[in-house]
C-alpha cells in the first residue's frame, strides 16, 4: 500500500516515506491509498484476543511489511503497554480512559509508535530533527516519547502562557535531545511555523526534517487501535444497541481515526464532534464552508485550534461529499460555562472527575438524547492535567502537584525568521 499526497496526486511514497517527511509537497497530507477491510472473524474473535494482538492486525497493513512482523509486533505493543480502560458512568455513558500512560493524554498513544517508527526508519549517520507544534499535550507526549532515542532531535514549539503549568513542566523538564520553544503567538501560529520550515528548501536540504504531529500518519493511524480496544470492551453488552462514540476535537486527528475504524469494519453508528470555542468544524457541518479562524481561548485548551490539520484526510475519505460527512458526524459547540458545570454535576452525581475535554464530548453528546445507544467518550487526558480548572467544578479536587523543576525552554517571537534561525543554528 502507497501513501498519496492530497496536495499532490503525483506524489505516491511508501509508509517509511510517509513517516520520514511527515508533510508531502505543497504542504499536503498524507492518506493511504485505500483502508484494509477487516474479516468477520476478526470482529468475531475480538475478544479472544489481547491488546497488543488487537493492535497489530489493525497496523500491519498500514505498515506494508516495511517493518519485520517480529519488529512490529514488538513497537506495537511497547506502544500501548497501559491500560486503556472504558469505564462505566452511568447506564448508557462510557468514558474510554486514554490517559494512563506516561504522559496522562491519548497522544502517549502516537507519539510512542511514531517515535519508535523513526527510530527504526532513521539513517543512523544523519540526525533527523522533529519539528512539533503543540497546544499542551502533544508536546509533552512526544517528548517523552522521544527522550533518549538515538539520532533523533525534537524541537517543540508552544504558545506561550497557553499550556497549564503541568504540560510545560513534562515538555521543559527533559533536555538533550528535547528542545523547547516559547512562541510568542497562538497554537496556530505554532502550527504555522512548523509548516513554513517543513516547506522551506533550504532548511529541508541543511536539516533533516521531520515532524510529529498528528499530520505525520504514524500519529494519527495508531490512534485506531483504541477504538477497537473500546469495541472489544462493549461488544458483550452491545447486542442490537447502537454504538456512538463522542470526540473531543482539536486538530481532528482522533476523529479521522475513529472514521477510519468505521471503514475498516468497526460497528460505530454515529460519531460526534465536540468542538469548544474553536467552532470552525460545527460551522462547516452547518453550512458546507470550510472557514479557518484565529483559535481562541478555552478551558478545554488541547483543543485550541482553529484551523485543524486533518480536516482534509476527513474530507478526502468522504470523496469531498459533505452530505455523506453529516451521514456519519453530528457536532457541537460547548462553553467555558457548560464545561465547569458539566465537571460539577458528573462529579455529583457519578462520582466521577471528568476533565474539561472529555466534558466537552460528553455534554455535546448528551444534547442529542441518543435512544437505544451507547455512548463512548474519549477520556483524552487525566482530569489532574488541569488543576486549576477542575478546581471551579470540584473545590476539593486533589491537586496534582506541580514540582519545581529546570525549564529548558527558550522564548521567541511569532517569526518564521527567528525559527528558522534558531532551527540552523542547533546544527552548530
Ligand atoms: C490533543 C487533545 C485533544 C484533541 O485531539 P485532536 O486529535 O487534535 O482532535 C483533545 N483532548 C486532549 C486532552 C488533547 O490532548
Aim: some cysteine; charged content about 25%.
Amino acid at each position: 500500500m502507497k501513501y498519496e499526497n492530497l496536495a499532490n496526486q503525483n506524489e505516491k511514497v511508501s509508509f517509511k516515506e510517509a513517516v520520514l517527511k511527515g508533510l508531502g509537497s505543497s504542504k499536503g497530507l498524507f492518506v493511504p491509498e485505500k483502508i484494509p477491510v477487516l474479516n468477520k472473524a476478526f470482529y468475531d474473535g475480538i475478544e479472544s484476543q489481547n491488546k497488543a494482538e488487537i493492535a497489530f492486525q489493525i497496523l500491519a497493513p498500514f505498515v506494508n511489511n516495511e517493518i519485520p512482523t517480529e519488529e512490529l509486533k514488538k513497537i506495537v505493543e511497547e506502544t500501548i503497554n497501559f491500560d486503556i480502560p472504558l469505564v462505566n458512568i452511568n447506564e448508557r455513558t462510557q468514558i474510554l480512559e486514554l490517559f494512563h500512560g506516561p504522559t496522562l493524554a491519548f497522544k502517549d498513544v502516537g507519539a510512542r509508535f511514531m517515535a519508535r517508527c523513526l527510530g527504526y526508519f532513521s539513517d543512523k549517520t544523519k540526525e533527523t530533527n522533529v519539528l512539533v507544534a503543540t497546544s499542551g499535550d502533544t508536546g509533552s507526549a512526544v517528548a517523552q516519547g522521544f527522550y533518549g532515542v538515538e539520532g533523533v532531535k525534537v524541537i517543540i514549539a508552544f504558545p506561550k502562557g497557553k499550556v497549564s503549568p503541568f504540560q510545560e513542566y513534562q515538555m521543559t523538564s527533559l533536555d538533550n535531545n528535547i528542545k523547547t520553544l516559547e512562541v510568542e503567538g497562538s497554537f496556530d501560529d505554532c502550527q504555522t511555523l512548523v509548516k513554513q520550515a517543513l516547506a522551506d528548501e533550504e532548511l529541508q536540504k541543511r536539516l533533516n526534517l521531520s515532524t510529529a504531529n498528528s499530520i505525520n500518519v504514524a500519529r494519527f493511524l495508531p490512534q485506531i487501535i483504541y477504538y477497537f480496544l473500546a469495541y472489544k470492551q462493549l461488544k458483550p453488552k452491545l447486542k442490537n444497541r447502537k454504538w456512538v462514540v463522542s470526540v473531543p476535537s482539536g486538530n481532528f486527528g482522533n476523529l479521522t481515526a475513529g472514521l477510519y475504524a468505521k471503514a475498516m469494519g468497526l460497528p460505530i453508528h454515529q460519531f460526534v464532534a465536540g468542538n469548544n470555542a474553536n467552532d470552525t468544524f460545527y460551522h462547516y457541518l452547518e453550512t458546507g464552508l470550510y472557514q479557518p479562524k484565529a483559535s481562541v481561548e478555552t478551558y478545554a485548551n488541547a483543543m485550541d485550534v482553529g484551523a485543524p490539520s486533518n480536516f482534509e484526510r476527513i474530507i478526502s475519505l468522504y470523496n469531498y461529499e459533505h452530505h455523506k460527512i453529516k451521514l456519519d458526524i453530528v457536532g457541537e459547540v460547548v462553553s467555558n460555562q457548560e464545561i465547569v458545570k458539566e465537571i460539577q454535576q458528573t462529579w455529583e452525581k457519578d462520582n466521577y472527575a471528568l476533565d474539561p475535554h472529555a466534558a466537552v464530548g460528553k455534554i455535546a453528546a448528551d444534547r442529542f438524547n441518543f435512544k437505544d445507544a451507547y455512548v463512548t467518550v474519549l477520556g483524552t487526558a487525566s482530569p489532574t492535567k488541569f488543576d486549576s480548572i477542575m478546581k471551579k467544578a470540584i473545590p476539593n479536587f486533589s491537586d496534582a502537584v506541580t514540582p519545581t523543576y529546570n525549564n529548558h525552554k527558550e522564548e521567541i517571537a511569532n517569526s518564521f525568521d527567528e525559527y528558522k534561525r534558531y532551527l540552523l543554528d542547533l546544527k552548530n
